[in-house]
């Protein structure tokens, strides 16, 4: 019997006004086994970010379950869940949220300390970890200093640096050059297989998908496909327009 990371059941999130109805997720079951990287493709309004926020806890679904490990997010109360957040989870969106007043050093370092595990060896780690994501030249300094490419890698470091079980992110590559971009998701993926993570990337970059395991369309707030052949990954990695993942081949 597999055992997965981050699995949901029928999970379902419904936005209401008045007598309009809005299904933004719908009755989706996801398992993520240790070690996997997997990407949510699909149109605006798909409901990507939102799957990806019900699964940070940081939107409480309508319906279903998440459980992380097993356990479920169900019965805990606000301060049982953003410990549980904070120690379980790692995810870097859009909008990185640095401490402004921080250097990148110290903004990686903050998650440490927020888990009462910073030490002499973790800040090592914390500098390695920046290192390797090529900011080298950028330990000491502030967001402010850096661009906007740069700072979103610091925001990576951060997500994965307390060895959260789960590791979230939402248009990562974002604000990085192709080059860049494409480096920052190898070394992504290469810390999940490597730490035996579950990580759950969004992306409307298909070449994107060419590091992770699977990849899942959603449509409409429903999982419409998904892609676990390393081939057909490969193909669709290869294309440049969102509509080619029709193409029967991937089928």
Known sequence: MDTYILNTVDLSKTYKSNEL???AVSKVSLQVKPGEFIALVGPSGSGKTT????????????????????????????????????????????????????????????MLRLNGIYNPVEAIRAKDLLLRLGLDEQLNSLPSQMSKGQQQRVAIARSLIHDPRVVLADEPT???????????????????HEEQRAGIMVTHD??????????????????????????????????????????????
């Open 21 to 23: 109805v809005v299904n």
């Open 51 to 110: 799957m990806l926020a019900m699964l940070a806890t940081l939107l409480e679904s309508t319906e279903g379950h998440i459980y992380i490990d097993g356990e479920p997010f169900d019965n805990m109360n606000n301060k049982q869940r953003a410990k549980f957040r904070r120690e379980k989870i790692g995810f870097t969106f859009q909008d990185n949220n640095l401490v402004p007043y921080l250097t990148a050093t110290e903004n990686v370092e903050l």
């Open 174 to 192: 974002a604000s990085l050059d192709t080059q860049r971009a494409k480096q920052v998701v190898q070394i992504f993926s290469d810390l999940i």
């Open 206 to 251: 298909l070449r994107m998908c060419k590091y992770v395991d699977r990849v899942i369309q959603m449509v409409d707030g429903t999982i419409n496909r998904i892609i676990a052949d390393p081939a057909d990954i490969d193909i669709l990695a290869g294309t440049s327009e969102f509509d080619k993942l029709s193409t029967p081949s991937l089928l």
